[in-house]
């Protein structure tokens, strides 16, 4: 028996745009070669006429990820083929933050370097310029031994889950204490930005502290004029990261 199976397998939220799945691979790809993935992490995407479903590679280094790799699962995180090759252990991430945020389509788990030391340092990670100005909500720290005592620090069940979208709340990003982080988007091509100046971000803030004086952040303000600034030039970076992903 396949060892993804725990229950009946749930019926498919049907096909799927072929260039949508390759939107899908183009992000995987992508995240891995800006460093925001490295063997390990993984980026989905809702199912686009089925909002109980998503779409994720089976378990696979995300560089290495091909349409016929995507696999479809339900909320729950059970692949809706009974015989769907081996899944992500962290799965659930994805099926609980699609189940906590009716707006979301596009989530992104990383363990991105620069990011890490956020999450286990009292520094809040915030936005230091305006690629970046998608903080400006503030970024919450999921701190696993609040929902589960001592653990391997994986979302490895469908509490730790939904554990992890209540410390998101509406926001766009979270860190995972001693961890990495999760970045959610409306679409792929934003969970993508997100991701990789998230990553950024938390690279130039370390070197801005590291420069000894006061620093000046985002103000909130700031930060919701440029975010709808940058809403509109999505598709320029995209296109760049796709095609040096693809080769096309
Ligand atoms: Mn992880």
Do not use: C
Not at 10 to 26: E, F, K, N, R, T
Not at 106 to 115: D, N, R, T, Y
Not at 189 to 202: G, M, Q
């Amino acid at each position: 028996m396949n060892a993804n199976v725990k229950k009946g397998a749930a019926a498919s939220g049907g096909p799927v745009d072929p260039a949508l799945i390759d939107d899908l691979v183009a992000a995987s790809r992508i995240l891995a070669i800006q460093g925001v993935l490295d063997a390990y992490g993984h980026v989905s995407m809702r199912h686009p006429a089925n909002p109980g479903r998503y779409l994720m590679s089976r378990s696979l280094a995300p560089e290495l990820v091909t349409a016929s790799d995507i696999l479809e699962y339900d909320l729950d995180s059970n692949p809706v083929d009974p015989h769907a090759p081996l899944a992500f252990l962290e799965r659930f991430i994805h099926g609980e933050i699609y189940k906590a945020r009716p707006e979301v389509n596009a989530v992104v788990h990383s363990h991105s370097p620069s990011v890490v030391p956020f999450g286990v340092s009292s520094v809040p990670l915030r936005p230091i310029y305006h690629m970046s100005s998608f903080l400006h909500p503030g970024v919450p720290v999921f701190e696993i031994r609040e929902a589960a005592g001592m653990t391997d620090l994986l979302v490895r069940n469908p509490e730790l889950g939904a554990a992890l979208a209540r410390s998101l709340g509406e926001r766009p990003v979270a860190l995972m204490r001693g961890h990495g982080n999760v970045v959610v988007a409306k679409s792929v091509p934003l969970a993508v930005f997100r991701a990789i100046y998230t990553e950024v971000n938390a690279r130039l803030q370390t070197q801005a502290i590291g420069l000894g004086g006061s620093v000046t952040y985002l103000a909130p303000e700031e930060g919701r004029k440029s975010e709808a600034t940058n809403a509109g030039t999505i598709a320029r970076p995209w296109e760049l990261w796709k095609r040096r992903a693809l080769g096309t």
